[in-house]
């Protein structure tokens, strides 16, 4: 999630942690992979739903949250 916002959506890191509630620390280690960093395979429904996450968190819309982010990657396929 803090890479699509850096990366993809061209956040600075202070922001993405703004919005993320983090400090900017916490977002620079998940950048440099010092946290959170576990490789594991997305389905392509949850990569999709991500991208959209990561976009509702940049422009404020709020038609998808966390929750459906986690009903999502729990979702048998």
């Known amino acids: 999630m803090v890479s699509r916002l850096v990366n ?8 993405a942690a703004k919005r993320l509630g983090v400090t900017r620390a916490a977002v620079s280690q998940y950048l ?3 946290r959170g960093y576990g ?5 392509s429904d949850l990569d999709a739903m991500i991208d959209r ?25």
């Open 53 to 77: 996450w990561a976009l509702a968190v940049v422009t404020g819309e709020s038609d998808i949250n966390l929750c459906d982010v986690c009903q999502c990657a729990l979702k048998k396929e």
């Open 39 to 43: 490789a594991i395979a997305l389905s």
């Open 8 to 15: 993809n959506q061209g956040l600075s890191q202070s922001d």
């Open 32 to 34: 440099s992979r010092k």
